[in-house]
């Protein structure tokens, strides 16, 4: 069982209020997060040859830097999910499909896809409102 520590003995908990607010005060940049998902996936990707096992560490290499630079511009009271998808480039098909609850007016997504020589990439990153 998880005990407390000695730290909690001295913070007890704090109690927030709430704030009522129902709409974000700053949108979620689309154009801005769009043009970190062009930028990384270029930079990481361009010289890359597909080999899986390095393909499978690179998704999550490329998705925590995604997600640490849409952090960076502290979108107040949004989620960010990042969702990266390599594959080997033979001429084949790909649908990518997701579904979740929305709320049309605040969610939104971003997405971008990369090719080179022998691999795609398809990154996607929603931003979720959270009340």
Not at 28 to 57: A, G
Request: with cysteine; net charge neutral.
């Amino acid at each position: 069982m998880d005990e407390p520590s000695h730290t909690d003995e001295l913070h007890p908990p704090m109690k927030l209020e709430n704030t009522y607010q129902m709409s974000p005060t700053k949108r979620f940049p689309v154009s801005t997060v769009r043009s970190i998902l062009k930028d990384v996936l270029h930079n990481y990707l361009q010289e890359e040859k597909y080999e899986p096992e390095l393909c499978r560490q690179m998704t999550k290499t490329i998705s925590e830097v995604i997600k640490a630079r849409v952090k960076d511009l502290m979108v107040p009271r949004y989620k960010i999910i990042c969702l990266i998808h390599i594959g080997q480039l033979n001429n084949q098909g790909l649908r990518i499909g997701s579904r979740c609850l929305w709320d049309a007016n605040n969610d939104t997504f971003a997405t971008q896809d990369f090719q080179n020589g022998s691999l795609y990439a398809v990154a996607t990153v929603y931003g979720v409102y959270y009340e």
